[in-house]
């Protein structure tokens, strides 16, 4: 048994069991006023919007099997009170009087709506659409999209769908006539949308508008770009300035030594001097004939001294000589309380060695060792095959003799290490105190020298 | 009269002159010997009277002079030879000691031997101590001044200030005394300079420890004893850095 309802459309009365037919199965109103069985066996409803023409069978088991359900919407076809049909011609009461048609006339609605753009609001306000491509800040990006697809019959069961064809993967399907996108992030979009009319024809062409919301200035290519230029800028100058201290490190590094080698190159070492002159005027006083010759190697030794203050490295033939006026005159003062071995290969004297070290290696050791005649201070110095001169002493320390500062020492290794990135070598064992000090060949000199 | 001596020098022609010098000043005076180390000498004092007095070089074979005095008392005077040794020289000056510097001149060796001839046999162990102290690190805390027949021995930190008087020194103590002393005040200014003392004028040598005020516009400071000092314009910068006022 079929029931029309005022509100919740067609019911179907079985047995023990009740179907519902509304809207949603493609009723046309849920407000149906009559019913009409016709002649093949299908139903005709009468609502306040129109006709619905539902086309069923009945399987074995005398269940109802909906077909199709057509509806016919009409200008002048509204407040159905009654139908009936006969073959093809449907009669129906309405409020504007008695309405029939002809079925088989009345064809399906093969016209594809053609569907528009109608509006845009952007942050709630709206936007006339003048160009396809709209340009967007990044914080207008609230918006709401308005579309109509024109259909002349049943308007209102007018599908739609649409999409962001950037964002969205399939079509979404509404009745209604627009669409909100409440935060949309920045990028370039396109928005489509097309119409089905109530028979099921969709719109032959796609309403579109594409629109652009600006990424803000900082998340810009450009601002990216900028910023990471500034960055690298940056880099370069921290990496600039680093470099730039290494490098004034290492300048002043080899300034100070340049100096704490020069001082000790320039002292005239006053001790030195004045126990010279001490010996002097007692060779002078007694007329004894050491005096010239002493003189003369004094002055050779003072001479040279301020001569090659401001030389680097030199010829080992020029520090040895200056070694030996300078040990000439100690064994004046000291008799057989020194003894020194020489060893020297002559192909070595043309090899360059730093000026003054030897010299100030040989102060040190007198300086801090016991000279005495029961045991005197024997020192050996002699080259190696390695290109290297060893300066070497019996250690008989003085008493009470502060510990050497090793200031000259030190000095000298942070010249040959900075100049020729080589490093003298010191051993001090119980019985000896050890020195090698590399010497280089003129090719190193001349090629290695900066 | 016959004075002995001994020669204490690790240099064989700086011995053999100081003996020519001493025969050809005074013949009569008998040198016992030369030694040239520490060693020898401690070996000779434990063995031999004392002499009348040493010459002793600063720098010897094995160590400085100094290490003697460690383990021998000198009761006799000693007249330090050096060629250069600023150090050494301040810790004998701040004692008041002789000292000759090399090349020896005769006319000075000839002086220091009269001085000693004229001076009666003076105890100077203290000396020598202070001197120990002095060499080993040991600020040291009095300062000897010499006078006619003995060595006075004053605390530094009871010296307010010193000033020049030609070339006698005054020596204005906390307890208000004042000493005359036969010294230059330069000679006050090289050993004094370290231990809390700094010459703001030309005549003046103050201790830091006793200014009591800074006078901006006259430039001058007062000292805790009440005396008005001046100050030199080109000392003043160095002052009140010193001072901890800058």
Known sequence: MWIATRDTGLILMTKNHLRFFNTTNGLVSNFTHCLNLDYQGNIWVGTNTGISNIMLHYDNERNCIIDSIKNIVLPNLKEINCITSIKNIVYSGTNTGLVSFDLSKLGINKTPPPVYITGLKINNKIVSINSQKINLNYDENNIVINYVGLTYRDASNTLYRYKIKELDTGWIYTQYTAVQYPKLPPGSYSFVVSARNSDGVWSKDYATIGFTIDPPLWATWWAKASFLLVLVLLLYWRLHIILKRERIKVETNRIVTDMQLRELREQMDPHFLFNNLNTLSYLVENKLPDAPIFVNELSKYFRYSLQSRNIEFTELRNELQQAERYIHLLKIRYGNKLLVHWDIKDAMLEYFISNHSLQLLLENITKHNILSEENPLVVEIKTTEQSALIVKNNLQPKAGNEESTGLGLKSIDERYNLLYNKNIKILRTADYFYVELPLLSPYEYENTYN | ?246
């Open chain 2, 1 to 246: 009269m016959n004075m002995k001596t001994l020669i204490i020098e690790d240099e064989l022609p700086a011995a053999n002159r100081l003996k020519n010098l001493l025969n050809s000043i005074d013949e009569t005076i008998e040198i016992l010997g030369v030694l040239p180390s520490i060693e020898k000498a401690l070996d000779w004092f434990s063995n031999n009277a004392f002499p009348d007095f040493i010459l002793m070089d600063i720098e010897l074979s094995d160590g400085k002079c100094f290490e003697i005095f460690k383990q021998v008392k000198i009761p006799i005077p000693i007249i330090f030879t050096t060629a250069y040794d600023q150090y050494a020289l301040k810790a004998i000056k701040l004692n008041a000691l002789d000292y000759l510097l090399k090349p020896i001149d005769k006319g000075e060796l000839a002086d220091a031997l009269k001085k000693i001839e004229k001076t009666a046999k003076p105890d100077l162990s203290a000396n020598f101590s202070a001197l120990v102290d002095l060499v080993n690190g040991i600020k040291p805390k009095k300062i000897a001044i010499k006078e006619a027949s003995s060595t006075r021995f004053i605390d530094i930190e009871s010296i307010v200030r010193l000033q020049a008087d030609s070339n006698y020194t005054l020596l204005f103590l906390i307890d208000k005394t004042k000493i005359i002393t036969p010294r230059t005040l330069k000679d006050y200014e090289d050993i004094l300079s370290d231990l809390g003392f700094f010459r703001v004028h030309n005549a003046h040598l103050i201790n830091l420890n006793f200014v009591e005020k800074y006078f901006k516009d006259s430039g001058t400071i007062e000292m805790s004893n009440g005396n008005t000092i001046e100050v030199s314009r080109n000392k003043k910068k160095e002052l009140l850095l010193k001072l901890g006022i800058v």
